[in-house]
Nanobody, 122 residues
């Protein structure tokens, strides 16, 4: 059974940076595309970024393009989300997810982590 565990969330001032990590276990990491989603309080979950199994293709929500970077390390079975120039509206619980079939922007993922809180103060 695949398990995903996020880490790296916290409190940061606007304009600051955070790096989220997602540790993958229980399967063959290199077979899965990985995605990051977020859910703000009282809002629907939304797509943030995704990366193909090889890392050759990446996809971003318009709201984070140019500020966030998704990456992966297949040798260490981790996916990361580098978040720069953070804004208060980036405040949310961030989830990583894994899927065998990547549909950019869609939330049809096979496995989900439990989430990590990111809070950006103004």
């Amino acid at each position: 059974q695949v398990t995903l565990v996020e880490s790296g969330g916290g409190l940061v001032q606007a304009g600051g940076s955070l790096r989220l990590s997602c540790a993958f276990s229980g399967g063959t990491f290199s077979r899965y595309a990985m995605g990051w989603f977020r859910q703000a309080s009282g809002m629907q979950r939304e797509f943030v970024a995704a990366i193909s199994w090889s890392g050759a293709s990446t996809f971003y929500a318009d709201s984070v393009k140019g500020r966030f970077t998704i990456s992966r390390d297949n040798a260490n079975k981790t996916a990361s989300l580098q978040m720069n120039s953070l804004k208060p509206e980036d405040t949310a619980v961030y989830y990583c997810a894994a899927t065998l079939l990547l549909r950019p922007g869609r939330d049809e993922y096979d496995y989900w982590g439990q989430g990590t809180q990111v809070t950006v103060s103004s």
